[in-house]
């Protein structure tokens, strides 16, 4: 009798096991969005954690080369994931498509994507992280779809481009002028916003991370700025012209700003200004004082932990 009990316990505790074992996830795989092949990458320790999905900066920059700096901290946590935007990183590699490059296309890739994995992972909400030019995307997918996600992360997010480089150019214009430097007076006096030509867009960001990256200006090549600009240029200029103070006063899902006060990208002023401006019944500003633009790469341990204690807070 103490035998035939004893095997029943035994099996108990493996069929409890079993039923809440977790599986890791490690992904690597092609999928196709909008029309095309597009990279998506996930990773984690086990998969009944929450989704979050990255949404890297740009355009046309991936994040892969500096992913693993903050996401080796939140693999227990989540199921992180990178996607290559079109024309980018892995998804370049898997073929160049003639498309135009529109931010409709960008916006409906975003939708798919989340589609996807919300699918493949069998969940019915993500976490949402946009960093720069993601921020962008990703403000866009939060204002038309909150039903969608337990929270979405804004990280040094463009949320008005004209105005964010209107601030910086003035601030960039007085900081030259104390240093009088000539090099820089003479550049920076050519531009004109917004920007009419690929030169003046390489003017500022060459300046702007002179001043406030400290990076010096004979780091950054004319020739593969040209480059870039040629291709992202018209796009980064469409979407700086969108002001989602106008265009998004409200978001209905918890909403989370990280931001920096040395950040002359996204200028810091204009997303302090949304936040006073948002309506949404849960939203939080979270400040790094130790980073400019790249919250992500400059603090990545208080950029994950940050976002831990925000999947912690929510009721999943």
Not at 63 to 69: E, G, H, L, S, T
Not at 239 to 258: D, G, M, R, S
Request: glycine share 6%.
């Amino acid at each position: 009798m103490k035998s035939i009990s004893l095997v029943w316990v035994v099996f108990f505790a493996l069929a409890t096991t079993a039923l809440f074992a977790q599986n890791s996830v490690k992904t690597s795989e092609a999928v196709q969005i909008g029309g095309i092949p597009q990279w998506i990458g996930a990773k984690s320790k086990d998969d009944s954690k929450p989704l979050l999905l990255f949404l890297h900066g740009g355009p046309g920059i991936s994040f892969r080369a500096d992913f693993r700096k903050f996401a080796k901290y939140l693999v227990k946590d989540f199921i992180v994931v990178q996607w290559d935007q079109r024309e980018t990183g892995m998804t370049a590699n898997l073929g160049l498509f003639n498309d135009s490059l529109t931010l409709e296309l960008f916006h409906f890739d975003t939708e798919e994507v989340v589609s996807y994995l919300l699918k493949k992972f069998s969940k019915e909400k993500l976490f949402l992280a946009g960093f720069s030019w993601g921020g962008f995307l990703g403000l866009n997918f939060a204002n038309q779809h909150p039903e969608l996600l337990h929270g979405y992360i804004s990280v040094s997010g463009m949320i008005y481009g004209n105005e964010s480089e209107k601030l910086t150019l003035a601030i960039l214009k007085k900081k030259i002028n104390d240093s009088n430097n000539k090099e820089a007076l003479k550049e920076i006096s050519q531009i004109k916003l917004p920007f009419n030509s690929w030169e003046e867009l390489y003017y500022q960001r060459k300046w702007t991370a002179y001043y406030f990256d400290k990076v010096k200006y004979h780091e950054i090549s004319k020739t593969l700025s040209h480059r870039y600009l040629a291709k992202w240029g018209p796009i980064s200029q469409e979407a700086a012209k969108v002001n989602y103070l106008e265009i998004a006063p409200e978001i209905q899902c918890p909403i989370y700003f990280f931001i920096s006060k040395n950040d002359f990208v996204c200028n810091y002023r204009v997303t302090e200004k949304y936040y006073t401006k948002l309506k949404a019944d849960k939203k939080r500003m979270i400040w790094f004082e130790q980073s400019t633009h790249a919250i992500p790469i400059q603090e990545p341990k208080k950029f994950s932990t940050e976002l831990i204690k925000i999947a912690n807070q929510t009721n999943l």
